[in-house]
Every structure is written in C-alpha cells, then in structure tokens.
C-alpha cells in the first residue's frame, strides 16, 4: 500500500512539477524525461539482479520490436501530457486518465474478446456521453484527454501481452528511445535554442525528469506484484482526482457549467465501472 501510495501520490503532484517548466519547449523535456530516465531505471535493474531479462529484449526480434512500439506509445503520452499541463489544459489531462480504465474496458472487449457486463456497458454509454458533452456543448473535441487515454490504454494492452517484468519492460523502452532523446535535445543545441546548461534552475529541473518519470512507475510495479488488483483499480483514481483539484483551485482553470456536467458524468460511470468490478472480484483477505 505504501509503494502504491507512493507513485499515485507523485503521479498527483506531476502537474506541479511540470508546470515549472512550462516556459521550456515540450520536447525538450521529453527529450530529458527520457535521457535520464535510463540511467535511475538500469540502476534499479541492477540492483534487482535482473539485467539479464533486459538483455533479453535486444536478443530477441520480435521482443524488441514490440518494446519500440511500446516506446513510442509512452512517449506521444508524455509529450501530449507535457504539452497540455504548459497550454494551461490540466483539466483536460484529468479527465483523460479517468477516461483511461474505461478505454481498457473497450479494448479488452474488442481486442482479447472479453465480455462486458450490464453495468459495465452502461458505465461506457455514460462516458461516450460525458465526451459528447465536451464536445458540442464546450464547443471542442478533448482530443487531449482522447489521446492520453488512448495511449495509455493500448500501452498497457500492448505490455500485458509482452513476457517481461514491468521495471525491465520500462527501461528496455526508454533506452531504445535514447535515440530519440539525443537527437531532440542535439536539434535543440544545433539550434541555439537548448535550456539544460543554461541556468541552475532549469538544469536541475530537467535532470529531476529522470526519477520523476521513473521513480512512481518502479512503484507501482512493486505495488502491483503485492496488491490485489480490484485495490490497485480503486488507487489509480487518486492521481487524476488530485490533478483535477489542482488545475481548478491551484492553476485556476475555468471550469464551466457543462464542464462540470461532464466530469459528474464520468465520475459516475467510474462509479458504476468500479462498484462492478469489485462486486465481481474474487475476495481478498
């Protein structure tokens, strides 16, 4: 409980971290989320005695490809989330990962032929309406809070199919997005437009992406190997239920009637979703 705690709890404060480096270019922060990421993540590996699962990846083809993929995945989701907690959407990257574990749900039905319940096919009627109120009463697409949860949901898809552990699985993905990295942060220097060496502040911001990004998902996998899963599934409502207080009563986004409507819609689909799942867990003692 305390490792889940821990990386729900960092995943909260996120959106205060992030903002600190709003007036930086958002891929110049994903080009450092990932550099120094690896470094935190091959120590963690190493200190588990796991290294030989990493290597793993880079001897097997079709490993590895599916690791590239996954890669690419987690990385158009930070930079999506980057981007939007600096153009001031913060509310919009809540809703996208309360949307998340019913995106799951759609996926495990499509995808691995999982059967819905009542209760969980009107959890999804709800949300479908709740981004339909979004869409045309607000007057835009929450194409942010769609693109999170729809990474998100087929990275994790695409890794609950994949035979490695999570701390491995992670830092295979952002040692072969390395590449990645490097060349945005080299296209940044070329340009004369690089942050990392410039000040203290900005430096040690930056070099901090590593185990901000890293540290809350080690967690989680330690926390995920010891709790049951219907906990975990009620846990993971804390990061985005703390981001939306944060994007209301700390960054003051405006927050209007049918906003509003549509966040009380989801919430009860996840209300609906979540009584369901628990009524259909296993007990766990």
Not at 67 to 96: C, D, H, P, Q, R
């Amino acid at each position: 409980m305390i490792f889940a705690l821990g990386a729900f709890g960092i995943w909260s404060l996120n959106p205060l971290f992030f903002k600190l480096l709003a007036h930086i270019n958002s891929f110049e922060v994903i080009a450092y989320r990932i550099i120094w990421s690896v470094p935190v993540g091959l120590a963690v590996v190493l200190i588990m005695g796991r290294n030989s699962d990493l290597l793993r990846v880079f001897k097997t083809p079709r490993l590895f490809l599916l690791m590239f993929i996954t890669g690419l995945l987690i990385t158009g989701n930070w930079t999506v989330y980057v981007w939007a907690i600096a153009a001031e959407k913060t509310l919009e990257t809540s809703l996208g990962y309360f949307i998340n574990p019913l995106f799951n749900v759609v996926l495990g039905y499509f995808l691995l032929g999982e059967r819905l319940s009542t209760w969980q096919r009107m959890a999804v009627m709800i949300a479908t309406l709740a981004v339909g109120v979004q869409t045309f009463a607000v007057g835009h697409f929450p194409w942010v809070a769609i693109s999170l949860a729809l990474l998100f949901s087929t990275y994790g898809y695409i890794r609950k199919t994949v035979d490695i552990g999570p701390v491995q699985g992670f830092v295979a993905e952002t040692i072969i997005m390395l590449p990645v990295g490097f060349g945005l942060a080299w296209w940044f220097f070329s340009a004369g437009n690089i942050s990392f060496g410039q000040s203290w502040s900005d430096s040690l911001l930056l070099l901090a992406c590593g185990p901000v990004t890293a540290a809350p998902l080690i967690l989680f996998a330690a926390a995920a190997r010891r709790l049951a899963y219907s906990t975990i599934g009620i846990l993971q409502y804390i990061a985005p239920s703390m981001m939306f207080l944060i994007a209301v009563f700390v960054f003051h986004e405006p927050m209007d009637l049918w906003k509003f409507v549509s966040f009380v819609m989801i919430w009860l689909a996840l209300a609906i979703y979540t009584i369901d799942s628990l009524r259909q867990a296993p007990d766990h003692t």
